[in-house]
């Protein structure tokens, strides 16, 4: 059963940067979309970024400009560069990946933006 291992997250400080990985256990074919979400205490769960199989990406309005989504298709693998972190990114982020028939979520990795 294939699996995603969120890595990469922790304390920083207003203004820094975290580079977070999320990498599948086992292959997974045909892949439709990679991306992040996240969800702050209290809140729902939201999309941070996706970028399809052939490379178009979207980002939340909130990131825009701060953070980059890139994936590796071939090594199951996605990654998000977050610069300028402000305390408002503080959350738990998640990774999905989604097929043709199926979605594989990831277990978490917390992030948090404190001075």
């Known amino acids: 059963q294939v699996q995603l291992v969120e890595s990469g997250g922790g304390l920083v400080q207003p203004g820094g940067s975290l580079r977070l990985s999320c990498a599948a256990s086992?292959?997974?074919?045909?892949?439709?979309?990679m991306a992040w979400y996240r969800q702050a205490p209290g809140k729902e769960r939201e999309l941070v970024a996706s970028?399809?199989?052939?490379?178009?990406?979207y980002y939340a309005d909130s990131v825009k400009g701060r953070f980059t989504i890139s994936g590796d298709n071939a090594k199951n693998t996605v990654y998000l560069q977050m610069n300028s972190l402000k305390p408002e990114d503080t959350a738990v982020y998640f990774c999905?990946?989604?097929?043709?028939?199926?979605?594989?979520w990831g277990q978490g990795t917390q992030v948090t933006v404190s001075s």
């Open positions: 999905r990946i989604t097929t043709m028939k199926f979605a594989y």
């Open positions: 086992g292959s997974i074919f045909s892949i439709n979309v």
């Open positions: 970028i399809t199989s052939s490379g178009s990406t």
